[in-house]
């Protein structure tokens, strides 16, 4: 934390400015850029209150702290983007933020964790939960798609087999939840690392509600700037919504983990990394499905086989890699290159 | 046992009510009602004596029984059906039978018996020759399907390519067998419950021959009237053999099978569930393949991407869940949500 | 070693025989036949060249050695191909010899190995890495494979794609290498056997580099004799690249797999056979689209959907196998029965 702080908290100008060209200039690109940039430090911020939240709360439900606030961002942008009836790329940002979290954001966690320390260890069956789970997202990925492969359903039929499968994941995800918090909640105590809080409680809660609520704002100008942004940069929105969207999105989250996994708290680094992609494919993903009918832009539950390939993939590499419950950082290093291999195949695809 | 025998027991006056529907009238929905129903006690009555048996022989001998008389059901279907020429019905509740078996039998097991005991131990190791030996049937599945996709391949190559990788599949269930029963039996040995027979062997083996000798009677009547009773009820045929006739023809495990997660004796719940989808796809359907050549309407072992996908989901699922040796709720939970999200998905389906 | 060299090495005789028929006649079948013969005691004595390497070096590195000298008959093989601009050849080659070394090596090893020994260990931790490996070369396969399915996409896209693909593999590669020999080395070291080499390490390497010189001239005679060869058979193109080719570029892998299980040296086995593997899928084909680009003949990353499937499979299996550290003959009659699952789909299919 207080290595990486001097070097980011200057970044934090760039609020007022982002804000300043976005009221009083037409400059797009220089809107997107700033603001883009102005959310790395907020979520360094972030970040770091919700590490001081995590000494007063425990390492469980500061990971779930972390990941809730971290994924607001997905959620905000989300939501904004149905308004404007871009499904496609909703659907590619939720598929693009799983693959993020599991891949790139755990895979550089785990490898910077592991040239500091030979073997980082962590709770087995905290992770065999979320992988089961993603398992189950994967099911709800595919089997829609396959039934929509004929081409020959009907709207109704769509909607039908979107919400059953939408509702089924959210009620699974409160079921893990309510398993790991409460029926089964012994299984998944991490030792305390006897550190201190530094801040109090109140002043942890203020800052992590400023900055959430600053990161949303900047999600919001970064949004309304993309569109002319990528046009001068001659970049797909396919591509923008798989890969940038995510990596910014996930910036707070990106930051948090590398920083518990170099100071060795990998059961932190996990439950904010596979415990974010969890919730945005089995709550945040299926809730969209509900919300988008509030909003008259429906979005159903249907993603292409490479979006459903991807996250099969990048599930069974995270099963595989955390079965023996120690990480590495050659296990570090798969995970990012199987996230570089996904993006360059991406890159330049132009419909799913 | 004693619990569920009472409330299910008076249903067995279905029995000759309907065969009395079917010889004496035409309401082909009464018919298919009542021996669908007339199915359940019979099942209960079935799981009652292989109990009785499982007490003179053992758990492991026990489950094979079970197993096999659950697959009694299925097999009589399958081969009337055939002879009927409704191969793509009969391939759809193979599927169906293996997922059924998997997700839903095993899932509400291992969440009633999870609900009653907060964690439950079993055999990993029988477990993972069960998985292993599903993954070959996914092969088995797979590759048939891969190979048809060019659509450019002769009646004869069909028939090749489905022989040996049914001949293949049918070699590697008798060499599992082998393994699991003769050359390494030592491995899969679980603690007797000390608990004593009520019924002698004999009584045992009579009530067994009798209730499935009536379950197949029944499912004659079930299968005769299938048709014009779905007709009524608006359901399509696929949607039948993927979800309806497995369950009842199911129902036989899955009461022997909860019952015995209720107990906590999971090692015999799993040789039910996953046995009996082991036995289906590594020997009830590859069978198949060679006694429809006798009946004239050749199986070929070519099975719809749907169907392939459902049953490598699955595969993939339950090796996850077992792979600990554990089973409690929330895999129970978890379990059953993949079945759902297929069916649903299946619902609206006319050709897979 | 002692009991199969008898039986073998009077083959060599076919070495010149092959030369000569070669030179003076035009019988390719013979030459074809003679040559293929020619290989299997070569790679005898390549296996026991190694094998006195490996007892100066220790198992680790003996491995490696192994690996890389199986591998050397499939490079030239590969080079030539490509020279001829036979790439889907090559690429069905490449395919055909990660699945012949994980599933038929490796299971007849693990068959054989288990008939004489009832259960046999090894290092389970060396397994784990290598069948990540192998799933992220799953994940190369595929993403540009879904890339490409689209069809749209320019020469210079697919170029790039391969081209990116292909050097993150090979850096995941040497990454894994640095892994297992520098960084965590003391994991993967495997008590010594005690046995004493029998040749000095000159006479090992002279014989080894010999045998190998010899298997590589064998190889291009089989390769020359290759396709008036099949035009007498009646075997298609891709059938011999998938299965034939790699069987008689294997056979020295084979053997020495063999062998080492029958001795209860199963760590050796497994760095033969998944070892070979792995550097087929990591470093060899990714190699080869940067070779096939000086020769003139650009070989893409672009596999076929039944390629990729089946790699895919047999990885999946593997995993699952060698989890638990330990291998038995039902593991691999199971590994076996795959491989003859996906011949025998193979077995008519013109074009992948």
Redesign the interface.
């Known amino acids: 934390m207080r290595k990486l702080a001097p070097s980011l908290d200057w970044l934090l100008v760039l609020v007022p400015v982002s804000i300043v060209l976005e009221v009083a200039t037409d400059a797009h690109l220089a809107v997107f850029a700033t603001s883009a940039l102005a959310i790395v430090p907020l979520a360094g911020v972030i970040g770091r209150s919700t590490e001081q939240l995590a000494l007063h709360t425990g390492p469980k439900i500061g990971g779930l702290i972390n990941a809730t606030f971290g994924n607001v961002t997905e959620l905000i942008i989300s939501i904004f983007l149905i308004v404007d009836g871009k499904i496609a790329i909703v659907k590619a940002s939720l598929t693009g933020s799983i693959l993020g979290n599991l891949l790139l954001v755990l895979g550089i966690s785990f490898f910077l964790g592991g040239l500091r320390h030979?073997?980082q260890e962590f709770n087995q069956?905290s992770a065999?939960?979320h992988?089961?789970?993603l398992?189950?997202a994967?099911?709800?990925f595919?089997?829609?798609a396959?039934?929509a492969?004929?081409g020959?359903?009907t709207f109704i039929?769509r909607e039908?087999?979107s919400g059953?499968?939408a509702a089924?994941?959210i009620?699974?995800y409160v079921?893990?939840l309510a398993?790991m918090l409460i029926?089964?909640e012994h299984l998944f105590r991490t030792p305390s690392a006897g550190e201190e809080p530094s801040w109090s409680r109140r002043r942890a809660v203020t800052t992590l509600l400023v900055a959430t609520g600053l990161v949303a704002l900047e999600s919001e100008l970064l949004v309304s700037s993309l569109e002319p942004a990528l046009a001068s940069l001659g970049l797909s929105e396919l591509f923008v919504g798989l890969i940038v969207i995510p990596i910014i999105g996930n910036a707070a989250e990106h930051s948090s983990a590398v920083l518990f996994a170099l100071r060795n708290k990998v059961d932190v680094t996990l439950e904010i990394a596979i415990g974010s992609s969890t919730q945005i494919a089995l709550f945040v993903a299926p809730a969209l499905v509900f919300l988008s009918l509030l909003v008259g832009h429906p979005m159903d539950f249907v993603f292409s086989?490479?979006e459903v390939?991807?996250v099969a993939?990048a599930t069974?590499?995270v099963?595989?890699?955390s079965?023996?419950g120690r990480s590495?950082?050659?296990?570090g290093?798969?995970l990012t290159?199987?996230y570089?291999?996904?993006a360059?195949?991406?890159?330049?695809?132009?419909?799913l």
């Open positions: 030979e073997e069956r065999s939960v992988a089961t789970s398992m189950l994967v099911a709800g595919l089997m829609p396959l039934f492969l004929g020959r359903e039929q039908v087999v059953t499968v089924v994941l009620a699974l079921a893990a398993f029926t089964h086989t490479f390939a991807a993939l069974v590499l099963f595989m890699i079965a023996d590495n950082w050659l296990e290093a798969q290159g199987a570089v291999i996904m360059v195949s991406f890159f330049f695809v132009e419909h």
